[in-house]
């Protein structure tokens, strides 16, 4: 039978259940293969033909349980996974990375839709479940099955140098409905979607990847707060879940334990306590987070006999999956969990159709991962997500025909907002702001702008992870701060926090774009002439003056 029917069987319960075709490959792999199954290999396209030659050898040699994607292009890509499944005697489940999708990894050549924290301010969760279909479709066309994404972490630390803009904001409830509806969405397109970073990575202030982060929260403050969408979306069926590395002494008393391996966390809170049966995964095993205390495959083995079914990216597989074999003949390991986690992850693969496994059909490939659909799907989006604060009547009177004085900070040519109001304005005038100005020019510069009846301050933040505050020196601060009048619209094309760091809350109104991307810039512009109604609400509470919840 092919698990294609008309609607997809239920994840969970499908891993759970027993199949004729899970056995029957169970039963042809030796018993270093099965363990393999449990772990995934980090495969790129970005660094030349040796490296993806020396991951065929490990998947060939190894027979790992599949991929963690990472740079590259999509038809090296697509390439790269027909060749590696042509090694594999089990179909490879392949993993990425995906939050905003596959430009996420992809960024020159597929499509990025907003980042989460935009998503956070739409109001119309319909939206967001389409680009969850839409996600599926893009990861099927490129021969991927599993989508590290939605991230549920609640940010609720506005200096949070890892999750910040890559959480769907600071309340519970609205990270929990916005998740539900992106997973909701991969999950009915087929694909598998994993909840993250498990137990909740918002509150912390330093990043995973370079040292191990340390909550010292309450029990009690995590199970009202961070495990809440957790919580939620466990009883809504979710898929899977990946497990952060952080330090929690309130879950795991033991000194220097990281989440992701301790037992207590992945058993006996998210599986017992939580009731979760889908499939858990690490975070990647190779970041400092996990592996300064715990060495030399430790943490792999750690990581086993703490319940988990898939291990992402760990040092040395063939070192650890021999570790493994050895802690389950000395009894550390139960063999009979072990096999059990096999065949979920087999179960998993055979809900995928990889039963009936066909390699990625190469025609029209890149013009198929960036269809007009697609496109016009990220500006629904991102007309969605516009957040006026303040006032819209600067907004609603806005005249075309008068003087305007444009000013753009961040930037050192015109980007596509302030080509767009070009072709709009009668009469306008542009500025720049490099920040290498000196003070007597700024204040010369003030004079000219002021002169102007109309005027728009944009505010860009062009960095690839844009952050909570924006570095810029005196001059400008002092400039901004004596510009945001009530004659000025303030267009911020920066990370909501970034408000708090910036003296705009003068201005007569403040459209907010959430990031500095054409498709936010175009939004923006909209709403600037009165092409759409900005019905984004604030997903995050920046000062006492702008809460969340805030929008016109």
């Known amino acids: 039978m092919s698990v294609y029917g008309q609607r997809r069987p239920n994840f969970v319960q499908f891993i759970n259940s027993q199949h004729t075709w899970v056995d029957s490959v169970f039963q042809k792999l030796t018993p270093k293969e099965r ?34 994607v990472f740079q590259g292009g999509p038809v090296r890509h697509a390439q790269m996974l027909n060749q590696y499944q ?53 990861f099927q066309r490129i021969g991927m099955h599993f989508n590290f994404a939605p991230v549920v972490d609640i940010n609720n630390n506005p200096k949070n140098p890892v999750i910040n803009f890559r959480s769907f904001g600071d309340n519970k409830h609205n990270v929990t409905r916005k998740a539900k509806a992106y997973m909701d969405g991969m999950v009915a397109g087929g694909i598998i979607a994993s909840l993250k970073h498990f137990p909740g990575h918002g509150d912390t202030d330093v990043d995973s990847h370079h040292d191990l982060p340390q909550l010292k929260f309450s029990k009690a403050r995590l199970d009202s707060l961070e495990i809440f969408p957790f919580r939620e979306l466990i009883q809504q069926g979710a898929p899977a879940i990946m497990v952060a590395h952080m330090n929690i002494p309130a879950l795991d008393a033991k000194p220097n334990i990281p989440s992701s391996i301790s037992r207590k966390v992945v058993t006996d809170l998210l599986r017992k306590e939580l009731g979760f049966n889908g499939l858990t995964v690490t975070d990647a095993m190779d970041m400092k987070g996990v592996k300064k205390f715990f060495p030399n495959g430790e943490a792999d083995v750690m990581a086993i006999e703490a319940g988990h079914d898939l291990l992402e990216i760990s040092e040395n597989s063939a070192r650890a999956i021999g570790l493994v074999e050895k802690a389950v003949k000395s009894g550390r390991i139960k063999q009979a969990e072990l096999d059990q986690r096999i065949k979920r992850v087999l179960a998993a693969k055979y809900w995928l159709g990889l039963n009936q496994y066909r390699p990625v059909n190469m025609v029209n490939l890149v013009s198929d ?86 005027i728009i301050l944009a505010i860009h933040d062009n960095r690839a992870r844009p952050g909570s505050e924006i570095k810029i020196n005196e001059q400008v601060r002092e400039f901004i701060d004596r510009l945001a009048g009530r004659r000025t619209i303030t267009v911020m094309f920066t990370n909501p926090y970034a408000i708090d760091s910036l003296p705009v809350e003068r201005s007569n109104s403040i459209i907010l774009a959430y990031q500095n991307d054409y498709f936010m810039q175009k939004a923006a512009l909209k709403v600037l002439l009165g092409q759409a109604k900005a019905e984004g609400k604030l997903p995050v509470t920046v000062n006492k003056r702008f809460a969340y919840g805030d929008g016109m």
């Open 369 to 454: 991962l960036n269809t007009p659909a697609s496109k016009s799907l990220v500006q629904r989006l991102a007309d969605a997500a516009v957040t006026v604060l303040k006032s819209d009547r600067r907004i609603r009177s806005f005249d075309k025909k008068i003087e305007t004085a444009v000013v753009s900070i961040g930037v050192n040519q015109p980007q596509d907002f302030e080509k767009g109001l070009a072709v709009q304005l009668n009469d306008r005038r542009e500025f720049l702001i490099s920040g290498k100005e000196t003070e007597d020019e700024m204040k010369e510069l003030l004079k000219e702008v002021r002169r102007s009846p109309q």
């Open 35 to 68: 363990i393999a199954q449990l772990f995934l290999v980090r495969a790129h396209t970005n660094l030349g033909q040796r490296y993806i030659d020396s991951v065929a050898q490990v998947i060939q040699k190894e027979q790992l349980g599949g991929l963690v």
């Open 86 to 138: 042509k090694l594999a005697k089990v179909p490879l489940l392949v993993t990425f990375d995906g939050e905003w999708g596959l430009g996420m990894r992809l960024p020159d050549s597929t499509v990025s839709f907003p980042y989460q924290m935009t998503l956070g301010a739409i109001q119309n969760e319909m939206l967001i479940y389409e680009m969850g279909r839409q996600v599926a479709r893009d």
